[in-house]
Every structure is written in C-alpha cells, then in structure tokens.
C-alpha cells in the first residue's frame, strides 16, 4: 500500500508574539509546535542521523544556545537560508537546471564536512518521499542525483518537497530550523527549542528581510513569487 502524503495548503501566518528571552517557559513557547507531518517526513532522519549540519555535544541548554548561535551566524544565515530560497524558487518554477546550480554551490559553499553530512541527510530524505504521487521539480531532482550529476543536498531536496506540499517561504525555513535543533539535541531531548532572536520563527523571518522580502511573506502567491503585501 503507497504511503499517504498530507498536502500543505498556504496559511495566513500565526500571531505568535516573539519573546525576546532566551529561556522561555514552556508550553506557550513560539516554535514549541510545528508542523506534525513535517516531524513525520524527517523521522527516518532522526533516526539515522545524530545532526544535519548544526552539531552540538553540549549538555546544558546554555551552551547549545551558544552553539546554535554560532551556527546561525556563520551558516543558516549567509548561506543555508539563501540556498533554501533559491532552492524553493527553482522548483516552483519547474526549472530544474537553476535547482541543479543552486545544490552544486551550496557544495561549494560549505565546508566538507558539513557538505557530508547534508548530502546524507539529503539522501535519507529523498528515499523518505519516493512513495509521494505527482513528484514534479522533486522527482526531477531525484532523478540528477541518482545519476550523480547533482549533490543531493538536504536544504535543496527540502525545498523541492515544500514546493510540493506548498509549503510557504516563512514554513520552509523555520521546519528546516526545527530539524536542525531535534537531530542535534537528541541526546538531550529536555532542551527547550530556541526563543526570540535565535526562534525559529525569529531567525526566519530575519533570513526572509535579508533577501528582501517584507509583508505577508507566508502565503505562496498563484505565480509561484514570494507573496507580499
């Protein structure tokens, strides 16, 4: 029996105040939710992997924010959040050449041990979505990096999955957010998610304002554009 994918339909975004403390209580904390099928989809990746490409050993929850802090502003920041846009533009558009040039300078850009890891958790998450129907832009992709002639990088195989799904810009990049903290701090699962500045919410949102998208930037426009209001 082929396995049931859920379908995202664009939603206007939540009025999630951000709370600018970095120890904030739970269970209203922003980012203590998600979206339930998307920690479905990543559950082969958790299983398999003990970090994408964020990494931390730390045991208290002060020096994982450290860590995470690093990690956003040396990584998701310059480089992931960029490649995750350009990624979800390529495969709205159907144009899988630009997606295939998005995932060859994500390999360039980061370094090889990072690259490693995402290719890995790339590949698990291909192999997670084989059973979905009308792959479009993701099937495409599949196919490049069977072959060999595409890296397979997890952000770029993100993208195309949240195309298909319609996800929205602002979900695309706090759920690849929210993976990144779960894998890495399996080991300490009593670890709140990250708040504020360093929220998933809040560091999307930051990302989205870089590449100069302001309004309503959670609902997918007809065109396949960034909405904005």
Same mark, same amino acid.
């Given at each position: 029996?082929?396995?049931?994918?859920?379908?995202? &339909? *664009?939603?206007?975004?939540?009025?999630?105040?951000?709370?600018?403390?970095?120890?904030?209580?739970?269970?209203?904390?922003?980012?203590?939710? #998600?979206?339930?099928?998307?920690?479905?989809? +990543?559950?082969?990746? &958790?299983?398999?992997?003990?970090? %994408?490409? +964020?990494?931390?050993?730390?045991?208290?929850?002060?020096?994982?924010?450290?860590?995470?802090?690093?990690?956003?502003?040396? !990584?998701?920041? *310059? $480089?992931?959040?960029?490649?995750?846009?350009?990624?979800?533009?390529?495969?709205?558009? #159907?144009?899988?050449?630009?997606?295939? $040039?998005?995932?060859?300078?994500?390999?360039?850009?980061? *370094?090889?041990?990072?690259?490693? &890891?995402? !290719?890995?958790?790339?590949? !698990?998450?291909?192999?997670?979505?084989?059973?979905?129907?009308?792959?479009?832009?993701?099937?495409?992709?599949?196919?490049? $990096?069977?072959?060999?002639?595409?890296?397979?990088?997890?952000?770029?195989?993100?993208?195309?999955?949240?195309?298909? +799904?319609?996800?929205?810009?602002?979900?695309?990049?706090?759920?690849?957010?929210?993976?990144?903290?779960?894998v890495a701090t399996q080991h300490c699962p009593h670890?709140?998610?990250?708040? #504020?500045?360093?929220?998933?919410?809040? %560091?999307?949102?930051?990302?989205?304002?870089?590449?100069? !998208?302001?309004?309503? +930037?959670?609902?997918? #426009?007809?065109?396949?554009?960034?909405?904005?209001?």
């Open positions: 029996m082929s396995t049931r994918f859920p379908v995202r &339909r *664009p939603q206007p975004a939540s009025a999630v105040p951000v709370d600018i403390r970095l120890h904030a209580p739970l269970p209203n904390a922003e980012g203590a939710g #998600g979206l339930a099928w998307v920690q479905w989809l +990543f559950q082969s990746v &958790r299983a398999q992997r003990t970090a %994408l490409i +964020f990494q931390t050993d730390a045991v208290e929850r002060v020096q994982a924010l450290v860590d995470w802090q690093r990690f956003t502003e040396s !990584i998701f920041l *310059p $480089v992931l959040a960029p490649a995750l846009l350009r990624g979800w533009r390529s495969a709205q558009q #159907g144009d899988d050449a630009a997606l295939a $040039v998005c995932d060859k300078e994500l390999n360039s850009s980061l *370094p090889s041990a990072l690259a490693e &890891r995402s !290719i890995a958790g790339g590949a !698990i998450l291909l192999d997670q979505t084989r059973g979905a129907k009308y792959q479009a832009a993701l099937g495409r992709f599949r196919v490049r $990096v069977d072959d060999g002639t595409s890296p397979g990088h997890l952000a770029m195989v993100w993208s195309a999955v949240a195309v298909l +799904f319609q996800i929205p810009p602002l979900d695309l990049l706090s759920e690849y957010l929210r993976e990144e903290w779960i670890h709140e998610v990250p708040q #504020g500045p360093l929220g998933f919410l809040g %560091l999307s949102t930051k990302a989205l304002h870089a590449a100069g !998208i302001h309004g309503d +930037f959670s609902v997918v #426009g007809e065109s396949g554009s960034l909405s904005q209001t």
